[in-house]
């Protein structure tokens, strides 16, 4: 069959490189794509009468949606009287992403482990309750805000800079949460789902600030690795209790319409896990080490969530760790230039997996063109030993301005 993703972003070149392996893949396509991407088609990720078109005339079966927006905006909805079958949630389950409050609520009403909330529109009101907490919370803008709107505060002056910065951003009348702060591990935990049953992947963990030990402001993420060691039986079947259980009978008594993706950011506190937040989507960069730690076919697995064999499906994984280090533009997550070329990508080891994010070609030559730019991913039979290869690959490869943190994968 024919595929199409839409995307641009590393996790695009992830899901392109794990469907092009499948034995019942004949051609993909990505739209738009970038500079690591083959098949690219200039259609915006949102001009649904376009991507439909382009489906219709290239005998597309399976659209895989990558980022969030076209499910927020209604992608799969859009599809229903089509033969083309598209892995994503509809419209109203996209809202466990896309607005934060109208999540915190359906956690709230199926009993799902989180942390306290409040909701403000009112900056004044909420200065209340900073005040209170004595700056020691999470501030969360309500909407989509590409992993940008989430603010970890310490102080009173943190918090209230936070609100000013989401009212100045979005609004003065813009919604946000104030959540109570949890301390520990954090994990993503990814569910392939046909609304009713759910098959895990490997738990990865995604590193979101921008500096070493996890300094500085948030970003898209700057790496990731997989699997996670402290992810033991105990844990999983706690979490799936707690947590994807509920969640699951969530949906199923919404009666969503959801054959895709969700993402479950945990936090392994001293009272057990508690849920960040839902994704609607295949997480990034956490898709980029756990692809490639899937052994099985992975149209096979996707096609598992539209006819009904995903209950006893077997999934197959490596024994290997796999870590990703992600080569920013310097300047990100604020201003940064572009148009930089990109040398050493010839010299990398031939087992290193690059998956591109913020680039394009030019000629022959690769150009930055983002914010996060490249993922670079090794493997080791040790966590430990994925650390070194990729650090070794990593310093091969240069564009003016480069900048990647150098711990990933080493949080104690």
């Not at 895989?64 to 599809?79: C, H, M, S, T």
């Not at 909701?119 to 004595?134: G, H, M, Q, R, Y």
């Not at 080569?327 to 201003?335: Q, R, V």
């Amino acid at each position: 069959m024919k595929v199409a993703i839409i995307g641009s972003g590393g996790r695009e070149h992830a899901i392109f490189w794990k469907l092009s392996q499948s034995k019942l893949v004949e051609k993909v396509f990505v739209l738009p794509g970038n500079g690591g991407t083959q098949n690219n088609v200039d259609i915006d990720t949102n001009d649904f009468e376009q991507i439909l078109h382009f489906c219709r005339h290239n005998t597309i079966e399976l659209l895989f949606v990558g980022p969030e927006d076209p499910l927020a905006n209604g992608i799969v909805d859009y599809f229903e009287d089509t033969p083309v079958l598209v892995f994503g949630p509809e419209k109203r389950a996209a809202l466990l992403e896309s607005s934060k409050i109208w999540s915190k609520k359906f956690m709230q009403k199926y009993g799902v482990a989180t942390a306290d909330f409040w909701e403000f529109d009112n900056t004044a009101e909420s200065f209340e309750k900073i005040d209170e907490l004595d700056g020691n919370c999470v501030i969360k803008y309500d909407g989509l805000a590409a992993g940008k709107g989430v603010f970890v505060c310490s102080s009173k002056a943190e918090a209230k800079n936070a609100v000013a910065e989401i009212s100045k951003k979005y609004g003065e009348k813009s919604s946000f949460l104030i959540e109570e702060k949890l301390v520990g591990k954090e994990l993503s935990l990814l569910a392939f789902t046909d609304g009713k049953n759910y098959q895990l992947l490997l738990p990865s963990q995604d590193h979101k600030q921008l500096l070493d030990d996890d300094k500085g402001p948030n970003t898209g993420g700057m790496g990731a690795f997989c699997p996670v060691p402290f992810y033991d039986e105990n844990l999983k079947l706690q979490i799936e209790k707690e947590i994807i259980i509920p969640t699951m009978q969530g949906i199923s008594n919404e009666n969503f319409n959801y054959k895709g993706v969700l993402y479950f950011g945990v936090m392994i506190t001293e009272d057990g896990p508690k849920l960040l937040e839902y994704n609607v989507r295949l997480g990034d960069p956490e898709t980029e080490v756990v692809l490639p730690s899937l052994k099985s076919d992975f149209a096979e697995l996707i096609l598992a969530c539209f006819d009904g064999s995903l209950k006893n499906y077997q999934m197959k994984f490596s024994k290997n760790y796999f870590v990703d280090v992600v080569l920013a533009s310097g300047g990100y997550p604020h201003k940064y230039e572009k148009n930089y070329e990109i040398k050493g990508l010839q010299n990398v080891n031939e087992s290193t997996l690059l998956f591109h994010a913020g680039t394009k070609k030019n000629d022959d030559k690769i150009l930055t063109n983002g914010g996060r730019v490249l993922n670079v991913v090794s493997k080791g039979e040790t966590l430990q030993k994925a650390i070194e290869n990729v650090y070794v690959e990593c310093e091969k490869i240069k564009f003016t301005d480069v900048y990647f943190r150098k711990d990933i994968g080493k949080r104690k």
